[in-house]
């Protein structure tokens, strides 16, 4: 399959989401980070710009408040990171050395991992102790100067609530793993 010259290549909807995130001025960027913790139903002048950035392919479906989730904690930290979150959390913890604050972090890490969104009609929607969770981590690794894969948090905050619980133990093994 050949691409035409005019043909842009497919990008995943958490790959064109994060891309039109960077693409935002530092205005739109206030907005979002206003309403970091809300959903998009309890958003104050941010809708409008959030529709603007989600890819047609979300719009809609189950996972649009983990994308806004996400739009909402990206001004925080725009600084990329390679690995999943439980790698920035480990980072971050490296970052400390060896002091009481580690044990601190491990409290911490096990808190995110047992963090569960609130459920809107029967299904995971942003909101609740995930999202306060998440959002501290987020300004956590902001403060240490460490980056996030927001591709890769939109990925596994869409499936965060499965039965397998996948996401979960990635972030596990990349934070407690060995190096």
């Known amino acids: 399959m050949s691409l035409d010259s005019?043909?842009?290549?497919?990008?995943?909807?958490?790959?064109?989401?994060?891309?039109?995130?960077?693409?935002?001025?530092?205005?739109?960027?206030?907005?979002?980070?206003?309403?970091?913790?809300?959903?998009?139903?309890?958003?104050?002048?941010?809708?409008?710009?959030f529709y603007r950035v989600l890819p047609q392919k979300i719009v809609g479906?189950?996972?649009?408040?983990?994308?806004?989730?996400?739009?909402?904690?990206y001004p925080l930290n725009r600084q990329d990171h390679d690995g999943d979150f439980g790698a920035t959390m480990r980072a971050v913890k490296a970052l400390r050395g060896k002091t009481k604050e580690n044990d601190s972090m491990d409290r911490r890490m096990n808190a995110l991992l047992d963090s569960e969104f609130d459920s809107a009609s029967g299904r995971p929607s942003a909101g609740g102790e995930m999202t306060y969770r998440l959002r501290q981590a987020v300004k956590l690794a902001a403060a240490a100067g460490v980056g996030i894969n927001w591709h890769q948090l939109v990925t596994d905050l869409t499936s965060w609530s499965y039965p397998d619980r996948r996401a979960r133990k990635r972030w596990a093994r990349s934070y407690y793993g060995e190096q």
């Open 6 to 49: 005019n043909e842009k290549p497919q990008l995943k909807p958490a790959e064109e989401f994060v891309n039109n995130l960077k693409t935002l001025k530092r205005a739109d960027l206030a907005v979002l980070k206003r309403n970091a913790g809300r959903t998009v139903a309890e958003s104050r002048g941010a809708m409008g710009l």
């Open 61 to 73: 479906s189950i996972s649009e408040d983990i994308y806004f989730l996400v739009a909402t904690l």
